[in-house]
């Protein structure tokens, strides 16, 4: 049996047992509220049989939280495993992009099926050894050199390992290009010295460890 957990937008309409159709925005949930319903029918369209409805706003934390609640057609029976499903999807949805255009452009090979899947057992390798240098150059706190740290209104971290071990690379081969050139700039401003210096150990760090 094939387990599935999709979120819906709140204006579709469902029906309870025999009673009439409403648009999921009118079950009332707020945040902090959990909902589950079994045996809902979806949507006004025929063909369609009937599933569980679970529905789950995250409560908010210092006056942060999600701008909507989730509700989610499903036919699994218990809540707390639909949610625990859903969530999994945005760790799936960053690795795919991680292989995609966020990082190794797989779909631009437009390879066989058998070259696709050597493709994909070196992407793995790649990715495992990118995300262990990611977290390498984490631990030494050398990631400001490679990517902006905050942003505004945003509460997690801007960059995963994977992303930091794969452009740290990038950023340490750039200065085997440019190297003479800085150097030069460097010596043109005596009081940025430090910084340049900090850079190198930064630099060196990355590469080598």
């Not at 799936?92 to 437009?110: M, P």
């Not at 495992?128 to 706190?141: D, E, H, M, V, Y």
Request: charged content about 20%; proline content about 0%.
């Amino acid at each position: 049996k094939v387990f599935f957990a999709l979120r819906i937008k709140q204006d579709t309409y469902i029906r309870q047992s025999e009673g009439n159709y409403q648009q999921l925005s009118e079950l009332g949930l707020t945040p902090g509220m959990k909902l589950f319903h079994s045996g809902v029918n979806y949507t006004k369209k025929k063909g369609f049989g009937t599933f569980n409805l679970a529905a789950y706003w995250k409560r908010k934390y210092q006056g942060k939280g999600e701008k909507y609640g989730w509700f989610i057609l499903t036919n699994l029976s218990s809540i707390d495993e639909v949610i625990q499903v859903y969530q999994s999807r945005s760790g799936i949805e960053s690795l795919f992009k991680d292989c995609k255009t966020g990082g190794y452009n797989l779909e631009g090979t437009k390879a066989c099926i058998e070259r696709l899947n050597r493709l994909v057992l070196l992407i793995a390798m790649a990715y495992t050894i990118a995300s262990l240098k990611g977290n390498k150059t984490r631990c030494q706190r050398q990631q400001k050199y490679i990517c902006r740290l905050k942003e505004v209104a945003r509460s997690q971290r801007r960059h995963s390992n994977f992303w930091i071990g794969l452009y740290g690379l990038t950023w340490t081969i750039g200065w085997d290009f440019c190297q003479v050139m800085i150097a030069k700039l460097m010596h043109l401003n005596r009081s940025k010295i430090h910084y340049f210096q900090q850079g190198l150990k930064a630099m060196y760090l990355i590469k080598n460890y």
